[in-house]
Structure formats: C-alpha cells, structure tokens
C-alpha cells in the first residue's frame, strides 16, 4: 500500500508537457495569392497622374531649354572674348603704326624748326648788317674833311643809330670854322647839319655840329 502512494505521489509530481494543436492553414483566396517574385517585381512608386505627368515634360522641357540657352550664352562669351582679342590686337597694330607716324613727324617737325631758327637767325643777322655801320669809318670821313680844310682838331664824335652825330672840334679862327660849315653841308654822305655853337677865345675857336649821315654811304654792304 505504501508502494502504491508513494507511486501516487511521484505521479502527481512529474508536470505534463502541454499538448501542441496543430494549426490549420487557410488557403488564401486567389485575389490575394502571393504574387511569383520571379515572374514580376513589385511596383511600390505610385502611377503618376496626367497633371503630374505635364510638370513632369514641363521640367524636362524647361531643363533642355537651360542647356540650349546655356550653350548660347557660351557661344556668345566665347565670340565676344574673341572679337575683343582681335580688335585688341588691332589696335594695338594701330597704336604702333601711329606712333612711328608721330615719330617721323616730330623729327620733320624738329628738322622744320632748326630751319625756321637758321632762317630766322640769317634775316635778323641781314637786318643787322644792314642797320650797322662803322663808327671808325665816319670819324675818318670827319677827320679827313677837317684835314682838307686845315689846322682842324677833332674833339669828341658822337654817333647814335640812326646816323645822327654831334661834331665837337676847335681851329684858330671863325674863317676855318666857316669852310667846315660849308664843306660838311654840301657833302654827299651828310643829308642835314646844324650849327649848334661857335665860341671864339684867345688861342683858339670852338665849335659844335649837329646833322644826319646818309644811312645808304655808311651802312654795312
């Protein structure tokens, strides 16, 4: 009896291992069979619709557009670069030409004033020549009128430029004084003289002209 509790107990100790159903699989309706993935992908994009569909040729008509405008707009920098290269270097071809143009000019034009200079230099030293005369020459010419006449001393000559004189000499009497007067009036080379004074002293007689020589007897040749 003692065996058949104690086997009583062992029982009732040892848990049971819970009983599995099994499960029942459903057959899936055909609507909703799972699709092959071999045969055909699964599209998870929405279709677009027709709006979307006209942004969308929109955008790629506005994107061709940009590079079409873009390619001009590079075709056009490209042409301007290159005309401004061009005119550059033409200009630069004509900034060099009107320089050397320039430079020949000037030279002519330095050649032109060194000649104007020479010219000018050569009227004014005629010019010159032409108003000067010898001062030697008319105190010989006086000095050898008053040897003619005799026993005259020539004092002081004074002689400005335009041929005016002033004739300061003493003699021994008013007779010697009267052949100068008139021998230097009626002289060719004296176109005017004047009696400016005649003073009579002891010993001897002073006296002073005044008058014009002819500029063409005296001047330079």
């Known amino acids: 009896m003692n065996n058949i509790e104690n086997q009583t107990q062992n029982t009732q100790a040892v848990p049971q291992d819970p009983v599995v159903q099994p499960q029942v699989v459903k057959p899936l309706p055909k609507e909703n069979a799972p699709v092959n993935p071999i ?4 599209n998870l994009i929405p279709s677009m619709t027709e709006e979307e569909k006209v942004v969308e040729k929109t955008k790629s008509t506005v994107s061709i557009g940009s590079v079409l405008s873009f390619i001009v707009l590079v075709g056009i920098i490209i042409v301007v670069v290159g005309f401004n290269i061009v005119t550059k270097q033409i200009l630069n071809g004509k900034k060099d030409n009107l320089y050397a143009i320039e430079k020949r000019v000037n030279q002519q034009a330095d050649k032109i004033i060194s000649n104007d200079a020479i010219v000018d230099r050569a009227v004014l030293y005629a010019k010159v020549k032409e108003g000067a005369f010898s001062h030697k020459a008319i ?26 004189f002033s004739y300061v000499g003493y003699t021994t009497d008013l007779e010697t004084v009267s052949k100068l007067w008139y021998t230097l009036g ?36």
Not at 39 to 42: F, I, S, T, Y
Not at 145 to 157: L, P
């Open 186 to 221: 009626t002289d060719e080379n004296i176109d005017n003289i004047n009696l400016q004074s005649v003073a009579k002293g002891e010993n001897q007689v002073t006296f002073s002209f005044e008058g014009v020589l002819n500029n063409k007897n005296f001047s330079n040749k």
């Open 139 to 164: 105190i010989d010419f006086l000095t050898q009128i008053g040897s003619k006449i005799g026993n005259i001393q020539v004092r002081r000559v004074m002689i400005s430029e335009d041929l005016s």
């Open 39 to 42: 045969e055909e992908g699964l």
